[in-house]
Each structure stands twice: as structure tokens, then as C-alpha cells.
């Protein structure tokens, strides 16, 4: 491919660099970039974003016919060839497609939260916290604030779990929880494994600050303190809890159908 910078050996500084990238949150937060890995995130980057910074292929996903009409559709972006091996030691998919791209991280967003939005208190699991970004553009949530011990919000695994919906979220990483919810001016809810209120008794239909907590201890007893309510999933017997990112997803979709009925 025309205009193509072909790397061979993993001892060049831009391969490492990529590869540093990729593998390391503190790197990313450091220079305010990340990776976005497959062909679905690099085209959903484009339609919804813009053209990113670069643009890296492996020699066997240059062959890929749909590889070659995004990369036909990024005229101007510069792209690196990669040898399979070397492509294989930055991108974290196993059946990876062969593209990948740099990006920028947009600058967290200053403004007061007044629409509902979602809280992670230390939720560490990369898949958990790209799936909760998921169900929340899907239920209309557009806000996500993660408080500190929480995976990186915009490290490779939370993007890929997310798949896209980091592109129409509003993302406030490293945030002080305690202080979002004591200036947040609508209803605050700790979602708790027991003792809350049952979720299909709270009333949701405006706006909720929901708070979900770290995968084995949950919210965070001073962090549920200050929450408006603490609600609890109704289960069958001897079932203790739910998965944090499918717990937000009930939660968020009862908001959404009392919001619907609310609006007939």
C-alpha cells in the first residue's frame, strides 16, 4: 500500500512505543492516548469521532477486504505494516482481524452532572466496567464516573468490552465519588446485594446518580452513606448476588421502563 511504513524488527522505538501503549494504563493516562484494536472500533472511531492519529495493519489483515476499504477511507492518517508476530504482541485479540489505531483521549468533561449518570466505586474488572459503559449508552445514560482502584477507562480491554460506546459517553476517570454525590442534586442511588429498598418499589423516573461497587465488597459503606437510597435487586432464594455489570443493567432498564411509562 502506497504511503505504508513497513516495521520488521520489534527493537524499532516506534513499535515499542505502540507496544508500551497499548499494555500500560499509566502510559496512556501519561500521554493522553490509547489503542482502539479491531475492525468494528476503528470504524465506529471514524463515523462517530474522526480519523485517527495513526493507523497500524498487520501483513495478514492487509489482505482483508474490508481492512482495505476503511484504510482507503483514511487518506492523510499515516499507517504502519506490522509482521503478524508483531502485531500479535500489541493487540490484545486473539483472532485478531489485523488493524488497530491510536487515538486520542478526550479531556474529561468539567460540567455539573444534573441527567442521570453512573458511579463506579473500584469496579477492577476491564470487562465489567467496558460492559456497564455499554448498557448505559443503551439505556440513554450518557454520563460514567469511575472513582480511583477502578480498571482504566479507556485502556484497550475496556474499549474492546465497551465496543464503541466510549464515543458517546461523557467520561469522568479518577474522580472523588464522595464529592460527585454530595453536589449531585437529584436522587442518588447505592445499589446494595441486601438490606435496600427493592428496586421495583424506588421510584426512577428522573434523573439517578446510580452508584455500583467493587465486584467483592460493593459500594463502599462511607460511599453508600451518602447516597439518597440504596436499592436491592429482588432474587430468588439462595441466590446472594448478581454480576456488578449485569445488576447495572437491571437497574438501569427498570429506570428505563418506569421512565417509559411515566411518559404515556
Known amino acids: 500500500m502506497s504511503g505504508t511504513k513497513t516495521i520488521t524488527s520489534r527493537d524499532n522505538p516506534t513499535f515499542k512505543a505502540l507496544r508500551l501503549l497499548a499494555k500500560d494504563t499509566r502510559e496512556q493516562e501519561r500521554q493522553g492516548r490509547t489503542v482502539v484494536d479491531g475492525l468494528h472500533l476503528v470504524a465506529e472511531y471514524r463515523q ?12 495478514s489483515g492487509e489482505r482483508n477486504a474490508e481492512v482495505q476499504e476503511l484504510l482507503a477511507r483514511h487518506q492523510g492518517v499515516e499507517i504502519l505494516r506490522l509482521r503478524d508476530s508483531l502485531f500479535g504482541e500489541i493487540s490484545g485479540v486473539s483472532s485478531a482481524v489485523g488493524l488497530l489505531a491510536r487515538i486520542a483521549i478526550p479531556p474529561a468533561p468539567t460540567e455539573a452532572l444534573t441527567e442521570s449518570c453512573i458511579l463506579l466505586d473500584a469496579v477492577q474488572d476491564a470487562g465489567n466496567v467496558g460492559t456497564i459503559m455499554r448498557t448505559a449508552a443503551a439505556a440513554g445514560v450518557r454520563d460514567v464516573v469511575l472513582g480511583p482502584g477502578c480498571a482504566g477507562a479507556w485502556s484497550p480491554r475496556v474499549l474492546r468490552a465497551a465496543q464503541g460506546a466510549h464515543f458517546g459517553l461523557r467520561i469522568r476517570p479518577a474522580a472523588d465519588l464522595a464529592q460527585v454525590v454530595a453536589r449531585y442534586g ?61 445488576a447495572a443493567a437491571v437497574c438501569l432498564f427498570e429506570a428505563v421502563r418506569q421512565r417509559r411509562q411515566t411518559s404515556r
Open 48 to 59: 462517530r469521532v474522526g480519523a485517527p492519529e495513526l493507523l497500524v495493519v498487520s501483513e
Open 186 to 246: 437529584q436522587l442518588s442511588v447505592a445499589a446494595v446485594a441486601a438490606g435496600g429498598t427493592s428496586l421495583y418499589d424506588a421510584d426512577l423516573s428522573g434523573p439517578v446518580a446510580w452508584i455500583f461497587g467493587n465486584e467483592g465488597t460493593g459500594v463502599a459503606a462511607e460511599l453508600a452513606a451518602l447516597a439518597t437510597a440504596r436499592i436491592t435487586i429482588p432474587m430468588a432464594g439462595g441466590s446472594e448476588s448478581l454480576n456488578v455489570a449485569a
